[in-house]
């Protein structure tokens, strides 16, 4: 072999190494979810959430959280059945995008290329899905939001919009949750192919996977995977909005039993992360999860701690409130 | 009918109107229960409660919170049955416990006067028993609590001993739950014959009374009766602790796990009081409630609310969470 | 002496001690303010602090926390100067007010009897003025409230109105702060006259008492009197509504700051109570106290806690601030 | 320019882009402080503040709060001078370690190489100085924290040892901050060597730096820098740990008050971070920030928020309250 073969193998060792740090994901961005009545989901995000909306168009309307800095974090879409379009994550650099392409296209990964300009607010876009069947898009580019309305702009540099104290009003959105049949399967693709960080899982006593959850940034997890009870496919879990305290987390519960929205499970714990939750169902059916505390991981070489079957049940809730049988099988679909 | 017997009928009638006032009580002040594992109790009233520990003397242990004034709010005593010994209530002057008296006389009621010096820290009393088997006493004089210790004894002129943060760390005592068989009749007695006001109640599809809240201060409840649904008899339900936050209440839920005592139900909250709430069953088999927020009573010509079997469940939890069976049927004995 | 006179100076003293019991004050009921600016006081008292409008009539608009069971705690009154038009006073029974209304003859008091419809929601009254000026009404009707708007009635039976969690969303009305020049002589004419007993108060290193702090319910203070440290007269200090938590104290102040409402002073933490506060001005000029927590007071021979000069700033901010100037000397008007 | 050569240049662009992303810094991991008083400094940090003792060796005592996962995040040693000792960061691989030595030899940056072994629980590490003086050592092994006492070892398997409640119990290490005479230079050396992200920033009047935050994490700030209103040099401003909640942070304010420990400000709360504070002086003079709340920042492309001088006070405290002189002038050394 001639010096520059040599050379030129090395610079290929060189590059595969480089395109391991240049596809990476940034963080979890926004999720779209189909809802059967618009009108009223629209009202639960908020006048029960506290939401405000960035934008409408066509069967869309695009919703934020008080301090997500980027234009929305939640798409309502119109639709005949309720659950998830879109699982959008934000890419760590413009070259990401394409490099993830290449990685797609060499591993013969089905995707789609969409245009800046198509989607609102978002620039170029890959269209994919994971082995179970989830709808994933990543991009690098999309609008902050900046408010044009008086009644919203806060004098606050750090408040993309002021802080109104309307309804819920969680500080930022946080993860979404999906149901599949084997969690170990795609818990693997996320980590391996999408650089998705595995924080923690629950085994059963016949050692199967019931959890697990995974992140890319410091929070504890941005996906959650849990085994489908019923096996048969699929289904969108939750997503979840952050508050910053337990005692907003016993506000919004108040506010859900004033506005008659059934409270499925909780106030509880998950020992796993270590936050206090309530799970609701919107109007349309699709689970939204409140949420606050819980820790944040900061080692590079996190191992994901394992929940046994002797602790697992204090890894759901660790003040000992058994969740009801549907949150084990109910979930909207993927579309 | 001569002008002097006519003054003195009208001498008696005034006699009648000025004893109601005086044949008044002040407030709940303590309650002392039967403990069979006297060691693990004090653990779990002074490690993971928080409580301290006023005196020892002989097989009784008399406990307080950080800012209960009194001596004593909580009194264990060694016993071969767990359950409730003596309900303490203070009388609004020392005239009052004479009237009481001559109250018992009148209608045959049975009771006991206990000579001051003969309980610990405190004066003169009256023992007796409800219709339903309370043990009850009746006192004017408990000594206040004077930290002679300088590590709990606190600068501030309004901390009878250090806020320490020390465990649950309610800050005082509350209140006193008992199941009987007819709440009704319990509450009319407790009402007419005590002056313990009426604040609200529960009825079932069938009318029957599941609950009544009574006080006579201006808190929602000193003593709730609650229908044994096993219909056996009256039972000691629970004790109460008061917490100033939903976020503390959180914090005693999370300092139950990791010191492995069962929460038998919550954190919910009584949409009847609107304080939310965790029980737990203390190391003698003992329930314990911690409990925080909630409203207060003004109103002298106070009307009982009433929770009807539409409303009632979120009487019991406005969050929805349904209380296990064992809430409704266990307790301890009335000693 | 015959028999028939003594018996009828005996009859003369159970009336003396029966018109003790019977001339007694319930519980603050509400305070009438005026203010320069109407329209900016109600933006105030409304979108800021959630507070909700029960009735407007002619120049006065009446308001009430979520949980105020009365038909309202603050009136506003267009007014060209801002300050305190009338302190209200529930009394404990309809022969309570008659029995004031011979006590003040008696006395010699300057009174004026209000019959009932002069006055919205509310039965008669008597109105006079306390030695420094202070005006005050006793009552023994008020409207409870009920509404009739279905966005705003709650199906929770102790909820008089939904809590919507809108602005600062205080549970109910609490006390109100008046600066007179001598507060010794003003707080003893409170406590002999009226029964509002003395709960704590504070010294200054010259002896002069700083200010004192009065109930007639289990609540720390119905009723505050500061020294005004510029001696010209009685100023309304503040009026205040309460919190359930800390943590609402925090989003409380949170709001503040975006909707352009200077804090005063705080958050802090009255040694003396115990309670967390924030002090803020409403736009007419009027001072207003947000604050949780603190303690319950059940003795009936509670002895008033003396904060000493080495301990007295503890008493006004135990966490240590100091606070500004204008707490000591800014007040609005007695009206 | 033949092919080969070509290749390699294009060898050594790759190579010097993938050191960029070899030479990175994962999180702040510890700091090290000199403290005058040994014994009351640990029972400040242990007493008051509930952190818990790993480890004693010669004059060195090694502390971490409950959910630190590492063996220690704060070293206590016994000085002749308060201050700071040193600054520990982990960095993201054992590569990045020697890819930062070589850095600093290309650079001709003083460093030294320290052994594993020659500190407690660490492995190897290069210790070096910013260009204002600041102590900073850089590590990738450090022991995890493996509770071997049954007392204080937790059945939760993300409870490194068991939530005590204990004192301030905050749940983690957040950040340090130094004073230095001039901000805008140290903060480029830290951005453009280092790698930490440039957050948020306060100009005064006169358009000269008073502050910048940093981070290499998504928490808001791992390391401030803020300007030395005296401009003699750089001096420890303070080290922070991390609570869950505002009401949290009311209670550490009262065990403050119990404990006799200043509070110098708060609370009060960071307009530029969000999160609300108490600084409080420890018994050798160091300061401390005990905060909760806050933003986190996801954008891979974060542009710095600037208070300009307008809205400079409401990035200081956003609730108005001032900090005190000694908070812009007071700090202890750089050992």
């Known amino acids: 072999m001639s010096i520059s073969t040599n050379k030129m193998n090395e610079e290929q060792a060189l590059l595969k190494q480089l395109e391991k740090y240049t596809t990476s994901i940034a963080h979890l961005g926004h999720v779209e979810i189909g809802v059967t009545n618009l009108e009223k989901s ?53 070259e990401a995008l394409r490099a993830f392409e290449r990685q797609f296209k060499d591993m013969g990964i089905d995707h789609k290329w969409v245009e800046a300009g198509l989607k609102k607010a978002q620039g170029d876009s890959i269209q994919f899905r994971s082995p179970a069947g989830l709808p994933v898009e990543l991009y690098w580019e999309k609008e902050k939001f900046v408010s044009m309305d008086p009644a919203t702009a806060s ?58 959850w995974l992140s890319r940034t410091n929070i504890a997890h941005e996906i959650a995977l849990m085994r489908n009870a019923n096996q048969n496919g699929a289904l969108f879990h939750h997503l979840a909005y952050y508050l910053d305290s337990p005692d907003e987390l016993i506000r919004a519960a108040n506010l859900m039993a004033e506005n008659e929205i059934k409270i499925e499970w909780g106030p ?26 819980g820790f944040l991981i900061f080692a590079p070489d996190w191992e994901p701690i394992e929940w046994n079957p002797e602790v697992g049940p204090l890894g759901l809730d660790l003040w000992g409130s058994k969740a009801p049988e549907s949150y084990f099988t109910y979930g909207t679909k993927l579309l």
Not at 269 to 293: C, D, L, M
């Open 155 to 212: 004098k606050l540099p750090s408040h993309p919009s002021k802080y109104t104290g309307k309804g819920v009003s969680p500080r930022r959105f946080d993860h979404v949750n999906i149901m599949v049949n084997d969690v170990v399967k795609e818990q693997q693709w996320w980590t391996d192919l999408l650089g998705i960080h595995h924080r923690y899982y629950v085994q059963n006593e016949n050692d199967v996977r019931l959890g697990s």
């Open 268 to 293: 509880g714990k998950h020992g796993t992360s270590g936050a206090q939750f309530i799970y609701v169902i919107e109007p349309s059916g699709n689970r939204v999860e409140i949420w606050t505390g």
């Open 42 to 94: 629209v009202w639960f995000f908020t006048e029960v959430m506290g939401l405000s909306v960035s934008a409408e168009e066509g069967d869309r309307v695009y919703l934020r959280a008080w301090q997500d800095f980027d234009h929305h974090t939640l798409v309502l879409k119109k639709s005949d059945t309720s659950g998830v379009q879109q699982i959008g994550w934000r890419v760590s650099s413009s």
